[in-house]
């Protein structure tokens, strides 16, 4: 195990946890104008870095037992048209994430929700589910996990050695959201400012970013798709 290997996916992990559910929804926890709950958002990226840490097990186990299986699945006619119905789903999807829509919307009943979320209301469980959503939510958009899981698989580690460095990656992930939890506890006043940041950034050009890196995913996931359904010849085969 090399530390070309560990740097990169130390690096892949901090890209990681500036995702959605890894950063964003966090910080609009940490927002909350009643009173802070550290167990619930504790359980909360608990939640999401095991969500991922599974994901890549079941990964690293399927490329392991039906590897080939899988690649002549890929290259068939039904895993292409699979390929081509991800990808324009994708590409729909993002028109979701319109900021302009988002807005007409509105946020009172999701500010409303969050409210509940961290009152006595309601149970960490409802937390729990949330990270649940959002990592759902980001299968699609998985790139650099994807990424850090083949230079893995590549590396020809064992399945323990494997996942031990899936576990880092996913505690990694999950560590600036933890660093502004722990400054929301004990230096709340010089925190905020940076979160009300943060939050405005999201709110303003989050939703935005994230529509085009889906219509751009979604796009060249299709394309590939039809150019070799009905354009092998241009694909070089």
Given at each position: ?237
């Amino acid at each position: 195990m090399s530390a070309v290997l560990l740097g990169s996916l130390a690096g892949l992990a901090l890209l990681d946890s500036t995702s959605i559910g890894t950063l964003f929804i966090p910080v609009w926890l940490l927002l909350t104008p009643v009173r802070l709950r550290v167990g619930r958002i504790v359980v909360y990226l608990l939640t999401i870095a095991a969500f991922y840490f599974l994901i890549g097990l079941a990964v690293v186990a399927g490329v392991a037992s039906f590897g080939d299986e899988l690649g002549d699945l890929i290259d068939s006619r039904v895993g292409l048209w699979i390929q081509l119905v991800l990808g324009v789903g994708m590409f729909v999807l993002s028109f979701r994430f319109d900021p302009k829509r988002r807005k007409e919307k509105g946020g009172g009943a999701v500010g409303r929700w969050r409210e509940r979320a961290m009152s006595g209301a309601s149970s960490a469980m409802v937390l729990a589910g949330v990270a649940v959503l959002a990592g759902l939510a980001e299968l699609v958009m998985m790139l650099p996990y994807l990424g850090a899981i083949a230079m893995m698989t590549a590396a020809e580690l064992s399945f323990a050695a494997t996942a031990l460095l899936l576990a880092g990656y996913c505690l990694l992930m999950i560590a600036p959201a933890a660093v502004l939890l722990g400054a929301r506890i004990v230096a709340e006043g010089k925190i905020m400012p940076v979160l009300e940041r943060l939050n405005r950034w999201v709110s303003t050009k989050g939703a935005g970013a994230t529509g085009w890196l889906l219509a751009i995913a979604g796009f060249l996931v299709a394309r590939d798709a039809a150019a070799r359904l009905w354009f092998p010849h241009l694909m070089g085969s």
